[in-house]
């Protein structure tokens, strides 16, 4: 589907509703499938990724039950009668295959074209160390790759790339483990699993960037799943580019592992503020304002903070095309990995558009400002590529047009809608 982006002539104003945190979804889901007694998770999100999650947990035995604004969710892991069909989602087939190993079971995770070039080696090598026994495609690096869990010891383990979803596969595995668990990160990622099972009571410690955890039995729990930060950068960028803007986004999740983009963004001379104003299950939500900024400037961004701001720089890449001077994004290769290669697509489509930007083997260097113009663009089938490129669409002169726009759904279903609103 190609989608059409108008240059807006109008400020963004007003309160903005974001759609609910993808991160927690995922890990509230699998939590209540490893709680003993019925948990309700309420305000999910409802987007392909985390519907992915919904489905292959549902196929393991998992019943989720529609109340209101959420589910109840209830029952127990069995093994499932079919392969367990990811889809596009990296967050589904890395920490399920952890969550799946604990258990006695047999099972086969696969996904799309996308995620099975998507490497998986991070999750199988330990898992196998952990006593899973996993085949799967070239040496278990790609999926499809299928499992036979159970009777799980602890290891201790230093990744080898920084990595929330493998992070967490690894802590999944091990509430069902002999013996502690030690993970050793290479720098800090989002900390969601860790905060959640803290707060539910589990063996869990965090010192610095090393984990303990220890086997753990979840008791049932409620949880609110608030505004997503990743999908609040997008509407914050818009405003920050488009004259007379002011909006403020409400309950949004506020955890420190990922709001560093708001730190960047401030950097860059944005008029932006947050301040919390309650915790759920140990994370912190609250509210963002964003007002048109008129006076930014390129930044460096590397080292220790690319895994914190690791899903919105292809956003904050445009923005940088909005500032004055360079920016420079580097020690960021994961992001040849994701839903796309964030970094050549990224280069290659805001080129088309005007910008100037060139592409490094770890990052990117901006040189702005630059006057971006209305094109055919693509969106990579990277529901990040395609939001980075409608709000750099919003500010070019002429009309911009998205192949594959559709891909939205994955994180954003409504973001068209809304940000043509
Ligand atoms: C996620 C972790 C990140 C991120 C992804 C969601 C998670 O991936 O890019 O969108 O929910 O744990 P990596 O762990 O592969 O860096």
Known sequence: MIVKIAPRRKPFSGRIEIPPDKSLTHRAFMLSAVAEGVCEVTNPLDSKDCLATRRCLELCGIRFEKIGEGFKISGEIEEPPDVLFAANSGTTARILTGLLSGYPIYFTVSGDESLKQRPMKRITAPLKEMGATI?????????????????????????????????????????RAEGKTEIQEPHRTRDHTERLLNALGAHIEVKGRLVKVGPSKIPPFSFKVPADPSSCAFFAAAAMVTEGSHIVMEEVLLNPTRIEFLKVFREMGAEIHWEEREKRLGEPVGVVEVKHSPHLKGITLSGERIP??????????????????????????????KESDRIAATVRELKRMGAEVEELEDGLIIEGPAKLKGTRVFSHRDHRIAMMLAVAGLIAEGETEIEEGEWVDISFPHFFKMITR
């Open 135 to 175: 085949i799967g495609r070239k040496e278990e690096g790609f999926l499809p790759i299928s499992v036979k869990g159970g009777n799980l010891k602890a290891i201790s383990t230093s990744l080898p790339v920084a990595s929330a979803q493998v992070k967490s596969a690894i802590i999944f595995a091990a509430l």
């Open 308 to 337: 914190l701001v690791i899903d919105e720089i292809p956003i904050i890449a445009m923005v940088a095309t909005q500032a004055e001077g360079r920016t420079v994004i580097k020690d960021a290769k994961e992001l040849r990995v």
